[in-house]
């Protein structure tokens, strides 16, 4: 573990109203001109960030929409949700065509690598499972090391490998796509949140003890 600390400020622009009663996730677009917001009730707020406002929302999930992550490329949107589904929308199509993936739990946090169309999906029974969205390839891959609900999820920059925290006090690393456990980390309390540098050199985590921790990645 490796701390270390760098100014940054930051300056209130605005707020934007969601119509749901609390928002659990959000994503900006590539371009920067979008904002996606996962809606308790289900729904995905599309915002205009420059006029902030909404522009539309995708309807799917028949339960709270819990996490999301964009394609690299800006194209295609992914939502998880409490009623046990992935959804895929496709942000070039007007009507935003969906794909439906079924799944035996609640959908806590989601990725998608940045190579090879693999999607990870962290799930409220412990579980993590591992599917392509090319139909060619069959293959699904499903990992445990976590002993209770998966709440983040993250891909490196390069796709290589990804990072899954827990409420169980985890923190592991996994390769891509077949979920090798490359290392694992337990910290004090249940580990809400995760993310990795741009360059793949460092990870931090967020904990229920009011603490950030950083990770240096030794290659």
């Given amino acids: 573990k490796q701390w270390y600390q760098r100014r940054v400020r930051a300056r209130?622009?605005?707020?934007?109203?969601?119509p749901a009663p609390a928002c659990y996730a959000v994503a900006i677009s590539p371009d920067n001109k979008t904002c996606f917001s996962c809606c308790s009730d289900g729904n995905i707020a599309v915002w205009d960030l420059h006029n902030k406002e909404l522009i539309k929302q995708f309807q799917g999930h028949t339960d709270g929409a819990s996490c999301t992550d964009?394609?690299?490329?800006?194209t295609k949107l992914w939502t998880g949700g409490l009623d046990n589904t992935v959804r895929a929308w496709d942000l070039r199509e007007p009507s935003n065509?969906?794909?439906t993936y079924d799944f035996t739990s609640q959908i806590f946090s989601l990725g998608y690598c940045p190579k090879d169309d693999w999607v990870a999906v962290g799930m409220e029974s412990c579980y993590i499972e591992l599917?392509?969205?090319?139909?060619?390839?069959t293959e699904k891959y499903?990992?445990?090391k976590h002993e209770s609900s998966v709440l983040s999820l993250k891909f490196s920059s390069d796709g290589n490998w990804f990072v899954t925290t827990g409420k169980d006090n985890q923190m592991n690393i996994w390769t891509t796509p077949h979920g090798y456990n490359a290392y694992q980390s337990q910290e004090a309390a249940s580990v809400l949140g995760c993310d990795i540098s741009e360059d793949d050199r460092f990870i931090i985590t967020g904990s229920g003890d009011k603490k950030a921790t950083l990770y240096e990645v030794v290659y």
């Fill in 131 to 137: 599917f392509n969205v090319n139909k060619s390839i």
């Fill in 12 to 18: 209130q622009k605005g707020e934007i109203k969601s």
């Fill in 142 to 144: 499903q990992l445990q």
């Fill in 97 to 99: 065509k969906l794909e």
């Fill in 70 to 74: 964009i394609s690299t490329d800006g």
